[in-house]
């Protein structure tokens, strides 16, 4: 919670917060932490008895058997050549959609044609998103099969939150076949680390998140060797 005092302006309340906590937590049995980040964050603030309590996939909701040409097609994307960028969660500004913004403007600034992006979710600051973003698709706040298409029909996750503790959306990517670029900050590179299923960028960059997505989009090998990675964590986190 602290995290996002920052992206709301109100990093006067960050300390005295990280003082309540430590009152908090420290009168529990054992504090269960998602990710070794989270732990560490936790513990650096003087918070005991941190515990690490990690999370699982299932298989029969995020897997490459849901992808679709169909849905391919309707965004677009039905040349085998042409790569889905993906971003799935909530439309606030701390999801660090202003860097997300900023790959897609560089994409157009580049030529790169054979780039699609399709936003899938909802927020606050969806009509600032269609403004800065007209050729983005938005496909609304989707659950069920409709999430696990999406998911499994897009080539890549982009996800520059630096705010997440642990990052579902990570893992239900790589379970579903693509490779994802995050932040160095938060929970989401853990997981991208430790699977070796995609790559880290440096947060609050947008010109380094393009250069990773870049690569991802030209080196076929390197791409299909992170997908095979993804999903074999995946099936480890069932």
Same mark, same amino acid.
Request: glycine residues 10%; hydrophobic residues 40%.
């Given at each position: 919670?602290?995290?996002?005092? $920052?992206?709301?302006?109100?990093?006067?309340?960050y300390k005295?917060?990280? $003082?309540?906590?430590?009152?908090?937590y420290?009168n529990?049995g054992v504090?269960? =932490?998602p990710?070794d980040?989270?732990a560490?964050k936790l513990?650096s603030?003087?918070i005991?008895n941190?515990?690490?309590w990690s999370?699982?996939?299932?298989l029969? @909701?995020?897997?490459p058997?849901?992808?679709?040409q169909?849905l391919?097609r @309707?965004?677009?994307?039905a040349?085998p050549d042409?790569?889905?960028?993906l971003?799935s969660?909530?439309?606030v500004w +701390?999801?660090?959609?202003d860097?997300? #913004?900023?790959? +897609?403007?560089?994409?157009?600034? =580049?030529?790169?044609?054979?780039v699609?992006f399709v #936003?899938?979710?909802?927020?606050?600051?969806?009509?600032e998103?269609?403004?800065r #973003?007209?050729d983005?698709? +938005?496909?609304?706040?989707?659950?069920?099969?409709?999430l696990?298409? =999406? +998911?499994?029909?897009?080539d890549?996750?982009l996800f520059?939150?630096?705010?997440?503790?642990f990052?579902?959306?990570?893992?239900e =990517?790589?379970a579903?076949?693509?490779?994802?670029v995050?932040?160095d900050?938060?929970?989401?590179?853990?997981i991208? #680390?430790?699977?070796n299923?995609g790559?880290?960028?440096k947060? $609050?960059?947008p010109e380094?998140?393009?250069? @990773?997505?870049?690569?991802?989009?030209n080196?076929?090998?390197?791409y $299909?060797q992170l997908?095979a990675?993804?999903?074999e964590y995946?099936r480890?986190r069932t």
């Amino acid at each position: 919670f602290p995290s996002y005092l $920052k992206s709301f302006h109100l990093g006067i309340f960050y300390k005295p917060l990280w $003082k309540f906590f430590r009152w908090f937590y420290n009168n529990s049995g054992v504090v269960l =932490a998602p990710t070794d980040e989270v732990a560490g964050k936790l513990e650096s603030h003087g918070i005991k008895n941190v515990k690490l309590w990690s999370r699982g996939i299932h298989l029969d @909701q995020f897997n490459p058997s849901f992808r679709s040409q169909e849905l391919r097609r @309707q965004w677009g994307a039905a040349d085998p050549d042409t790569r889905v960028i993906l971003f799935s969660g909530r439309f606030v500004w +701390y999801k660090d959609l202003d860097t997300f #913004m900023g790959v +897609y403007d560089r994409f157009k600034e =580049a030529g790169i044609k054979n780039v699609k992006f399709v #936003m899938a979710g909802d927020g606050p600051v969806r009509s600032e998103l269609n403004k800065r #973003m007209p050729d983005a698709i +938005y496909p609304g706040y989707l659950t069920g099969e409709e999430l696990s298409r =999406a +998911y499994a029909s897009a080539d890549l996750l982009l996800f520059p939150s630096t705010t997440e503790t642990f990052g579902n959306v990570v893992l239900e =990517a790589l379970a579903s076949g693509l490779p994802a670029v995050v932040s160095d900050i938060g929970g989401c590179q853990e997981i991208v #680390m430790k699977s070796n299923g995609g790559l880290v960028g440096k947060a $609050k960059d947008p010109e380094n998140f393009f250069q @990773q997505c870049v690569r991802l989009v030209n080196d076929t090998d390197f791409y $299909k060797q992170l997908q095979a990675n993804g999903l074999e964590y995946g099936r480890e986190r069932t």
